[in-house]
């Protein structure tokens, strides 16, 4: 299963995103390889954290900022890892090109405010050109940074404003913004290895994480 997490937009969390992903999934046994994409290291500089400290497992972390360098090598590499996740980003990135045409589901953050929303028809763009070489990619837009104490109905605009671009499915667990986040982000570390604990945030990470790979099981069924 490869997984991009995606967005031509910065600032959207992308990369907290795909590194709770990659330590979540590894520290649940699956072999995964984490790719940053994005010219800036962001992903790369949070694992080589993780090493100094000295966590365990490490993450397989490779920076793949051009696009033919990350389809080549993950065309190469894909059949030893159980999940490979991909964080790309950037506007008119060669690498969240390749990205998509290598991917079984993208996931597509966004913040709650209406500009964000809209540079979901950024993503359509890309998603429609995918999708014209090849089938069966699957695009998941998930709000992150989303208001602790908002009101419940935020959840209900985001997906409705999702509803609004065909391309994506909305992802019904919501990341709220929370330093536990931001904190885990930097050190490289899981929100579930973070002290203090932050329950909440835990808890996000664990329905989004539980969503994206149940959609899997089911699709393989499909
Ligand atoms: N849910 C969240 N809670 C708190 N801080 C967050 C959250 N998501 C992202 N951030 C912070 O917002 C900034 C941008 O996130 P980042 O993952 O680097 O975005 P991107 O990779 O899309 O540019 C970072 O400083 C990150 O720590
Ligand atoms: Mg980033």
Redesign the pocket.
């Known amino acids: 299963m490869i997984i991009t997490v995606g967005?031509t937009?910065?600032?959207?969390?992308?990369?907290?995103?795909a590194v709770q992903i990659a330590i979540a999934r590894a520290l649940a046994g699956r072999d995964v390889w984490l790719i940053d994409g994005?010219r800036q290291g962001?992903a790369a500089a949070a694992i080589a954290a993780r090493a100094e400290n000295g966590r365990q497992p490490g993450i397989a972390c490779a920076q793949y900022p051009d696009g033919p360098a990350l389809r080549g090598q993950v065309r190469q590499q894909r059949g030893k890892w159980q999940e490979i996740i991909i964080?790309a980003?950037g506007r008119d990135s060669t690498a969240l090109r390749a990205a998509l045409i290598l991917s079984d589901v993208l996931l597509v953050?966004f913040a709650p405010r209406s500009y964000d929303v809209w540079a979901l028809d950024d993503m359509a763009a890309l998603v429609d050109e995918a999708r014209s070489t090849r089938d069966g990619l699957r695009c998941f837009a998930i709000l992150?940074?989303a208001d602790p104490g908002g009101h419940s109905s935020d959840n209900a605009d985001a997906a409705a404003a999702v509803a609004a671009v065909p391309q994506f499915e909305y992802l019904p667990t919501p990341?709220?913004?929370?330093?536990a986040?931001?904190n885990a982000?930097?050190a490289g570390l899981a929100v579930s290895e973070l002290l203090p604990h932050d329950p909440k945030a835990v808890a996000e990470m664990e329905h989004l994480i539980a969503s994206l790979f149940n959609i899997q099981t089911i699709v393989k069924q499909e």
Not at 9 to 17: E, M, N, R, S
Request: cysteine-free; proline content about 4%.
């Open positions: 967005n937009k910065g600032g959207v969390g992308k990369t907290i995103l994005d962001t964080d980003g953050p992150n940074q990341i709220r913004r929370r330093k986040f931001s982000g930097g």
